[in-house]
Structures are given as structure tokens and as C-alpha cells.
């Protein structure tokens, strides 16, 4: 074989190759940051299922429907017993204050 032969194709497959390597890096460039764009978005996606699992093992101690109307007719309960309390105190106030003018009054006399 003649060793122009393999010169004159050395050549042009070098051309060849450059031009598909620039082919390839122009294609491929678009899916490198693609994948940066993805890498990022899986970061946010694992920090919101962080944030979704903790919310959710809070919401394990939140008292159910039952619990809160249970807690609704303790509450309505109490307010019942503190009313009837400020009605006793309110008497014993007054009492007290007409026990005082009565000996204020004694006093003077």
C-alpha cells in the first residue's frame, strides 16, 4: 500500500472525526444542563418531602373530631361553673361591703 493512500484518508477521517466531535459536544450540551436544572429540582423535591414528613408527624398529635367536641362541652362546662363562682362572689362582695358600712357606721356612733 501506498502511504499517500493512508495520508490522503488519515485526513479525512480526522476531518470526520473533528466534525462529529463538535456534533457531539453541540447535542450534548443541552442535556448537561438539563441535568443541572434536574439536580437542583430533586434537591427542592427532597427538601418539600422533608418538610411533608414532618408536618405530618405533627399532625399525629393533633386531637381528632371527637376530642375537640369533648373539649367544646368541657369548655362550655366551665364557663358554666365560673359564672355560677362570680355570682357567689358577687353576693359575698356585696355582703361584705354592707357588713363593713354597718360597723363603719357603729363606729362613728
Request: aromatic share 8%; hydrophobic share 40%; charged share 30%.
Amino acid at each position: 500500500m501506498d502511504p499517500q493512500f493512508f495520508k490522503d484518508w488519515g485526513g479525512i477521517i480526522a476531518t470526520f472525526i473533528s466534525i462529529g466531535s463538535v456534533i457531539y459536544a453541540w447535542l450534548t450540551a443541552g442535556s448537561r444542563a438539563n441535568t443541572e436544572a434536574l439536580g437542583k429540582l430533586t434537591g427542592r423535591i427532597d427538601e418539600m418531602e422533608a418538610g411533608l414528613l414532618e408536618m405530618k408527624a405533627e399532625i399525629k398529635h393533633l386531637p381528632d373530631e371527637k376530642a375537640l367536641t369533648q373539649l367544646k362541652l368541657e369548655l362550655a362546662e366551665m364557663r358554666g361553673v365560673f359564672g355560677r363562682m362570680e355570682e357567689n362572689i358577687s353576693s359575698m362582695s356585696r355582703t361584705v361591703h354592707r357588713v363593713e358600712e354597718y360597723l363603719l357606721k357603729k363606729g362613728t356612733n
